[in-house]
């Protein structure tokens, strides 16, 4: 039985549990299905599937994220499978900053906090109903800052597509053409950065279902900055361009569930050479 029929399998609080070796965090997944705090909330209306609270655990530390219950999935990756570890046997500095392009509902971000109570997150997401879920997420939890825009290359605006199933595949780049449409506003990365004065960044994750390639495009001048970058991509072409922007960095990890699309990870080849 894996993960999702474990969490669907009762109406009780469903707990799993999973040791990261690397990291030697314990990680717990608690969900409930008959959650009233969010089904009936009318504030959660319009998602792919009906609105649910989980919560994540690492020793003593819990956190609720309240997420679409078909999208849970989406924590088992992150928390359990650890999409977005950073490489074993290095030291990091604290707090980190750490800047999540792409934010979704906040399970990137409270990740981030696990790694470090004092970590400043800085969050970045376009879609009005994944922002609602966001800032509600991580209202109680200081450090962490929202905006409400999508990076790129430059600054302007674009029409989004919401996708009925999927908050995670909300796109200016893909959909099909009778989905939803959203304005959406742009902002140019690298400008965004220095107005908000994020000068040295510790981790850099990218989701934007398409954008990925240029956000790093506005950000070449600042990879000597960047500790990690975690960058999600969508092709095979895709893929090889981003590895040949970020030559100068050192891949130390890949995630993939499926052909031409998955999570590649990079270091800092300075940090290695300390």
Same mark, same amino acid.
């Given at each position: 039985?894996?993960?999702?029929?474990?969490?669907?399998?009762?109406?009780?609080?469903?707990?799993?549990?999973?040791?990261?070796?690397?990291? +030697?965090?314990?990680?717990?997944? +608690?969900?409930?299905?008959?959650?009233?705090?969010? $089904?009936?909330?009318?504030?959660?209306? =319009?998602?792919?599937?009906?609105?649910?609270?989980?919560?994540?655990?690492?020793?003593?530390?819990?956190? *609720?994220?309240?997420?679409?219950?078909?999208?849970?999935?989406?924590?088992?990756? /992150?928390?359990?499978?650890?999409?977005?570890?950073?490489?074993?046997?290095?030291?990091?500095?604290?707090?980190?900053?750490?800047?999540?392009? !792409?934010?979704?509902? =906040?399970?990137?971000?409270?990740?981030?906090?696990?790694?470090?109570?004092?970590?400043?997150?800085?969050?970045? @997401?376009?879609?009005?109903?994944? #922002? *609602?879920?966001?800032?509600?997420?991580?209202?109680? /939890?200081? !450090?962490?800052? /929202?905006?409400?825009?999508?990076?790129? %290359?430059?600054? !302007?605006?674009?029409?989004?597509?919401?996708?009925?199933?999927?908050?995670?595949?909300?796109?200016?780049?893909?959909?099909?053409?009778?989905? %939803?449409? #959203?304005?959406?506003?742009?902002?140019?990365?690298?400008?965004?950065?220095? @107005?908000?004065? #994020?000068?040295?960044?510790?981790?850099?994750?990218?989701?934007?279902?398409?954008?990925?390639?240029?956000?790093?495009?506005?950000?070449? %001048?600042?990879?000597?900055?960047? %500790?990690?970058?975690? &960058?999600?991509?969508? $092709?095979?072409?895709?893929?090889?361009?981003?590895?040949?922007?970020?030559?100068?960095?050192?891949?130390? =990890?890949?995630?993939?569930?499926?052909?031409? +699309? =998955? &999570?590649?990870?990079?270091?800092?080849?300075?940090?290695?050479?300390?």
């Amino acid at each position: 039985m894996n993960l999702i029929e474990k969490l669907f399998s009762s109406r009780r609080w469903t707990t799993i549990e999973r040791r990261n070796s690397t990291s +030697q965090m314990q990680l717990v997944l +608690q969900h409930d299905e008959s959650d009233a705090n969010a $089904s009936d909330d009318s504030t959660y209306s =319009g998602f792919p599937s009906r609105v649910t609270r989980c919560r994540v655990a690492r020793g003593r530390g819990t956190y *609720s994220i309240k997420i679409p219950e078909h999208e849970i999935f989406r924590l088992n990756e /992150i928390f359990n499978d650890q999409e977005y570890s950073l490489p074993e046997n290095m030291t990091y500095r604290t707090p980190m900053t750490i800047v999540d392009v !792409g934010a979704n509902v =906040g399970a990137f971000a409270i990740y981030g906090k696990m790694l470090g109570f004092c970590n400043v997150i800085h969050c970045f @997401e376009p879609a009005p109903a994944s #922002v *609602s879920l966001l800032r509600d997420n991580l209202k109680s /939890i200081p !450090g962490t800052h /929202i905006y409400p825009c999508g990076l790129s %290359d430059h600054q !302007g605006s674009a029409m989004m597509r919401i996708n009925p199933y999927s908050t995670g595949q909300n796109s200016i780049k893909f959909g099909d053409d009778d989905f %939803d449409l #959203v304005e959406i506003e742009l902002r140019n990365a690298a400008s965004l950065f220095e @107005e908000l004065n #994020v000068d040295h960044i510790d981790i850099l994750k990218i989701d934007t279902e398409g954008c990925e390639i240029e956000i790093l495009e506005a950000l070449r %001048d600042r990879y000597d900055d960047i %500790d990690y970058i975690m &960058v999600e991509y969508h $092709s095979d072409k895709d893929r090889r361009k981003i590895d040949a922007m970020l030559e100068s960095l050192v891949i130390y =990890g890949s995630h993939a569930i499926v052909p031409n +699309q =998955g &999570v590649v990870k990079y270091i800092n080849r300075r940090l290695i050479n300390a």
